[in-house]
């Protein structure tokens, strides 16, 4: 739904993110929320403001009338692609890098939003190992008219059974894909194999059990793998009820250094 550029802001005199939204694109999801008063992703990343959360300088439109943000610039890599790459960044820091994901999203569901599209690609990590939480364009605030069933959207890997359902949701579909990044981080696998069919994929997430991390990658230990498997639990009831909550529960365990 948008483009990316690296910027330079000559009045402040530093390098910034240029988002450029596809204004068609934009204006088609809006129009699921017709009468909702839903917030523009500009008002909405303007709110957010938490040391692991992008932040936004600006926001207007383009000559053509394309919405814009301006915003911090993350000197960084991808989630996505430290755990494609199987990058020695990762080794020794996933569960820091896990608990600083926790810190924003419980941050954002403290402040009444759900992000509806947390996954590795929208996760930075900095040079300094900060981890920062960027894209807010499936964001809706966390009120019962945007949880009502039907609402579809988002990254296929990372929806939440009550969401393939079309049931009522709430922060635990947000919950659910925190585990899928976190198995993810862990194995560099995803708990369900994908199909060339996103239904397909959809079927197995509903009726197969996910894989046990454990035999994904063998140096997991048993108490971890069982965390992972809690996490994305099918029934939102039995998983971790807050993100703090998981981060406390991977700060516990004795082997910290994975």
Known sequence: M??????????LGRTVCLKILDKLKTKKFEERFVG????????????????????????????????CLVMEWVDGLGLNYLIETRSPQLNGNRIYYLGQLCDALQYMHDNKWLHRD???RNVMVDKDGVLKLI???????????FCRGGNRTG??????PEILKRKDTDHRVDLFALGVTAYEVFTSQLPW??????????????????????????KLDDRLSDILLKSISREPADRYPSAKAFKDTLLKLEKQDY
């Open 36 to 67: 909702l008063k839903k917030p523009h992703e500009g008002e909405i990343c303007a709110a957010l403001k938490h040391e692991n959360v992008v932040r936004t300088f600006e926001a207007g439109v383009t000559e053509d009338g394309s919405p």
């Open 193 to 218: 194999e994908r199909s060339p069919s996103s239904e397909e994929t959809f079927r197995r997430r509903l009726n197969q059990p996910p894989r046990v991390a454990k035999d994904l990658n063998p």
């Open 2 to 11: 948008s483009k990316v550029y690296r910027a330079y802001d000559r009045e």
């Open 135 to 145: 894209d807010f364009g499936l964001t809706i605030p966390y009120t019962p008219e």
């Open 118 to 120: 947390l996954c590795p």
């Open 155 to 160: 990254t296929p890997d990372i929806l939440a």
